[in-house]
């Protein structure tokens, strides 16, 4: 009797086999993900062939789920959390607790089932903006770079004056890159 191990192995490649088509849409990152419905009928087929049965679960703090063959099982997990329901844009709740319970196991589920079978969904994350966590880092290299100054105070009015802003939080990436610049200039000269 084949092991589950061995079963979700082919079902992996007989799943990399398929058309699979993405029908998710997130208009405001813009980029398109696979829904439970784009994998899930075809991914039945092929359990049921291979004769894998999935039992999902939310137990423990964790949302799990398990494929089963025969006395063999394999789990999947990763920690459940229960956000608080969005608001909507009058600031009341955008649905009912019991939706946005429904809303949030359908998104662990989906999740679980691209991990345990090798679904890529590499768009999401090569489509992030990753700039705001690059003005971070810029800000706390700037902050780091004025504590080493003579006078904190003085170079943090300087700033403020010259790149007329509020905040150090407030400049710019190019302001950011350009004081930066001038102190590391000023710290070793």
């Given at each position: 009797?084949?092991?589950?191990?061995?079963?979700?192995?082919?079902?992996?490649?007989?799943?990399?086999?398929?058309?699979?088509?993405?029908?998710?849409?997130?208009?405001?990152?813009?980029?398109?993900?696979?829904?439970?419905?784009?994998?899930?009928?075809?991914?039945n087929i092929i359990m049921e062939r291979l004769g894998?049965?999935?039992?999902?679960?939310?137990?423990?703090?964790?949302?799990?789920?398990?494929?089963?063959?025969?006395?063999?099982?394999?789990?999947?997990?990763?920690?459940?959390?229960?956000?608080?329901?969005?608001?909507?844009?009058?600031?009341?709740?955008?649905?009912?607790?019991?939706?946005?319970?429904?809303?949030?196991?359908?998104?662990?589920?989906?999740?679980?089932?691209?991990?345990?079978?090798?679904?890529?969904?590499?768009?999401?994350i090569d489509s992030m903006d990753n700039s705001n966590l690059q003005?971070?880092?810029?800000?706390?290299?700037?902050?780091?770079?004025?504590?080493?100054?003579?006078?904190?105070?003085?170079?943090?009015?300087?700033?403020?004056?010259?790149?007329?802003?509020?905040?150090?939080?407030?400049?710019?990436?190019?302001?950011?890159?350009?004081?930066?610049?001038?102190?590391?200039?000023?710290?070793?000269?």
């Amino acid at each position: 009797m084949q092991k589950i191990n061995e079963a979700i192995i082919k079902a992996r490649v007989e799943l990399q086999k398929t058309n699979l088509k993405k029908s998710g849409r997130n208009r405001f990152a813009n980029f398109d993900y696979y829904e439970l419905a784009d994998f899930l009928p075809t991914l039945n087929i092929i359990m049921e062939r291979l004769g894998i049965n999935d039992i999902f679960t939310i137990e423990d703090g964790y949302a799990k789920l398990t494929l089963i063959k025969g006395e063999n099982m394999q789990s999947y997990a990763i920690p459940f959390v229960m956000f608080d329901v969005p608001k909507n844009k009058n600031g009341q709740p955008s649905m009912q607790q019991i939706q946005y319970l429904g809303a949030l196991n359908t998104y662990y589920k989906r999740y679980l089932y691209l991990n345990a079978f090798g679904i890529t969904d590499g768009e999401v994350i090569d489509s992030m903006d990753n700039s705001n966590l690059q003005h971070e880092d810029d800000i706390l290299e700037l902050e780091a770079l004025i504590n080493k100054t003579p006078d904190v105070e003085k170079t943090k009015v300087w700033i403020l004056k010259t790149y007329n802003v509020p905040a150090i939080n407030d400049l710019d990436r190019g302001s950011l890159k350009s004081v930066i610049n001038i102190l590391k200039q000023r710290l070793t000269s």
